[in-house]
Structures are given as C-alpha cells and as structure tokens.
C-alpha cells in the first residue's frame, strides 16, 4: 500500500495561490493519485484525480512529475472558505475490486483575510 | 440530486448498549463504504459493498460490528455492545463506478458522532 507524506499544516492569505506537496515514494503503477478537501462536521469531498502530468478542474489543478513519486495541488487564489484539511490519496486495491480509500493525517490549511 | 445522508447525526449511548447507524447512498451507486475517524487519529476504512455483497471487511475491527446492506440500497452499521473505544465519527460513501475502476472519486456523507460513555 502507497503510503502519503504532507505538511501538517499551512497558512495562507486571500488571494494568494497556496500549493500543497504530497509525497508518494511507493505508488504503483496502476494507481492514481486524489485529492479531497474536508470541513469541520462534513464527509470528505472530492476535488481531483490524476494519474501524470496535469489535470485542471474548475476549483484546482493538480501537477504530477514523470516519476509520479510526488504530486503537488494548486489552489488558485484562495478565499476564507478554503479553509479546510486537505488529503492527498493513493488508490489502494484489496482484495477483488476493492477500492478502500487511505486517508493519512492530511494538511490543514488556514486561510487568513 | 439527493447526496448520501446518514442517521443519526449524533448518538450518545452507555458501554454496552447497542447503536444502530444508517447510510442512504446516492440513488444507482452500487458501492458503498463505511469509514471512521476515532478521536485524534485518521480517517480509517471499514468496509466495502458492491451492491448487497461485502467485497472487502478487512478494516472492520472486531465482531462486536455488523454491516448489513438488503437489497443493495442502504446499509446498517451495528455496533454490539458498544465500548468506550468505538467513540468517534462514522462516515459512509458511495461510489458509481464497476470493476475497471479509474477514478476514486466517493461521495461521503456527514457522518455520524457516536459517544459512547
């Protein structure tokens, strides 16, 4: 199983980009790598997958090195209500079309006016 | 389109009791995932269902939980008897996707705060 490594926690200001690095050091080939977001008292949400290079969705983009080892999301300008943890996710399958999601310590982000 | 619900919100029980949770997944998913965060520590899976059959339950701790799924609709989560260590959140998702899977894109719910005392 692909362990995930981030900061713990960031700050940031209004309008600012905030990248945040996840490192990955044991993905497999197969796997691709997902972002979430997630608020006080809510479920996790989705934000983006991908699998190599670049993907851009309407709320981030998430880079990808050649060697997959690491991927970085990108929030551009962020605002108050980006305040949240933020999980960088592997993929793992168990057993016959499992597909368990392992969730690390994430990175807690605070959006500062 | 109705996002997945989960009930109750908030449960508070004595050591011993029995607590009963519900999960109502996005209509058409056929997967659907129990999850939980125990105080202080990360979010950890449970258990996988792939309509009404369990295709993974190696994250369910002990006996004393129960994952039912009838009719591959909602889902129970059974806890009996609950022990002060079963405190914590409990998040459901669901999921679209067959077998050639490529996105992990779950769908979670609010989850449910249980208490044990």
């Known amino acids: 199983l692909a362990k995930t490594t981030q900061p713990i926690s960031m700050d940031s200001y209004e309008g600012q980009e905030v990248n945040i690095t996840c490192s990955h050091n044991?993905?497999?080939?197969?796997?691709?790598i997902t972002w979430y977001q997630q608020f006080p008292s809510q479920g996790p949400r989705f934000i983006i997958q991908?699998?190599?290079t670049k993907v851009t969705n309407e709320v981030a983009s998430l880079f990808i090195p050649a060697d997959r080892k690491s991927s970085t999301l990108s929030l551009p300008r962020v605002s108050l209500s980006d305040t949240a943890v933020y999980y960088c996710?592997?993929?793992?399958?168990?057993?016959?079309?499992?597909?368990?999601?392992?969730f690390g310590s994430g990175t807690r982000l605070l959006v500062r006016p | 389109e109705a996002g997945v619900t989960q009930f109750p919100s908030h449960s508070v029980i004595e050591k011993g009791q029995t607590v009963t949770l519900r999960c109502d997944p996005i209509?058409?998913?056929?997967?659907l995932y129990w999850y939980r965060r125990v105080m202080g520590k990360e979010i950890k899976f449970l258990l996988h269902?792939?309509?009404?059959?369990?295709?993974?339950e190696s994250g369910m701790p002990n006996n004393r939980f129960l994952a039912e799924r009838t009719g591959g609709t909602y889902s129970t989560l059974k806890v009996q008897p609950a022990e002060l260590e079963d405190s914590g959140v409990y998040f459901c998702?669901?999921?679209?996707?067959?077998?050639?899977?490529?996105?992990?894109?779950?769908?979670f719910g609010p989850g449910t705060r249980l208490t044990v005392t």
């Open positions: 269902f792939v309509k009404e059959s369990k295709q993974d």
């Open positions: 209509s058409g998913h056929d997967n």
């Open positions: 044991n993905i497999a080939t197969n796997d691709y």
């Open positions: 998702a669901s999921s679209q996707a067959g077998y050639e899977q490529r996105t992990y894109e779950q769908y």
């Open positions: 996710l592997v993929g793992a399958r168990g057993g016959d079309s499992s597909y368990k999601l392992i």
């Open positions: 991908g699998y190599k």
